[in-house]
T-cell receptor
Framework: EDKVVQSPLSLVVHEGDTVTLNCSYE??????LLWYKQEKKAPTFLFML????IEKKSGRLSSILDKKELFSILNITATQTGDSAVYLC????????????FGKGTKLTVNP | ETGVTQSPTHLIKTRGQQVTLRCSSQ?????VSWYQQALGQGPQFIFQ???????GRGNFPPRFSGLQFPNYSSELNVNALELDDSALYLC?????????????FGSGTRLTVV
């Protein structure tokens, strides 16, 4: 059965800290790994990774994928209170319909 | 601003009743997927529609059914509601089945079954 595991499940930091969120996966027919930020309801797209070792960056956020070890990390530097959210990792499968298999998410709280 | 709109935003139903949730996909998107997100969990894939046909289904019973219309909007129907059906239901649209970028999610419908 396809599985995505995120750690930690919850994290509390102070503004300015750097955080690393982890995502490991076991899926058949891997196509891509995606990170989403969910603040209230709609998950918003952050990154899609398909190749190992190539870092994707957007401002203070960055992510990298290791397809050999089957994991990805999401880094957030100089955290701000607006980064407080649930960060979801999802793996996209290929072949016919492309479903996303999600982890439970990491709830990040950034205190001032 | 998200291009996917869902209605209603909140809904309370009684166990055993039936419910219909609606989703208007983003302009230019012809594929719609539905996900169920229970409290404290990640979203779980229910099914996907492409060009008005079901194109894959997750581990959900047949009382979960759907439709996609010619304008690519979609409905999720749930019959014989159970307490465990209480969740946030998310709709996601994309351009084509094998898309090369992230899905666009709607804000969801919060369903409470009492």
């Amino acid at each position: 059965e396809d599985k995505v595991v995120q750690s930690p499940l919850s994290l509390v930091v102070h503004e300015g800290d750097t955080v690393t969120l982890n995502c490991s996966y076991e899926v058949t027919n891997f196509r891509s790994l995606l990170w989403y930020k969910q603040e209230k309801k709609a998950p918003t797209f952050l990154f899609m990774l398909t190749s190992s070792g190539i870092e994707k960056k957007s401002g203070r956020l960055s992510s990298i994928l290791d397809k050999k070890e089957l994991f990805s990390i999401l880094n957030i530097t100089a955290t701000q209170t607006g980064d407080s959210a649930v960060y979801l990792c999802a793996v996209g499968t290929q072949g016919g319909s492309e479903k996303l298999v999600f982890g439970k998410g990491t709830k990040l709280t950034v205190n001032p | 601003e998200t291009g996917v709109t869902q209605s209603p935003t909140h809904l309370i139903k009684t166990r055993g009743q039936q419910v219909t949730l609606r989703c208007s996909s983003q302009s230019g998107h012809n594929t719609v997927s539905w996900y169920q997100q229970a409290l404290g969990q990640g979203p779980q894939f229910i099914f996907q529609y492409y060009r008005e046909e079901e194109n894959g289904r997750g581990n959900f019973p047949p009382r979960f059914s759907g439709l996609q219309f010619p304008n690519y909007s979609s409905e999720l129907n749930v019959n014989a509601l159970e307490l465990d059906d209480s969740a946030l239901y998310l709709c996601a649209s994309s351009r084509g089945v094998q898309r090369d970028y992230g899905y666009t999610f709607g804000s969801g419908t919060r369903l409470t079954v009492v």
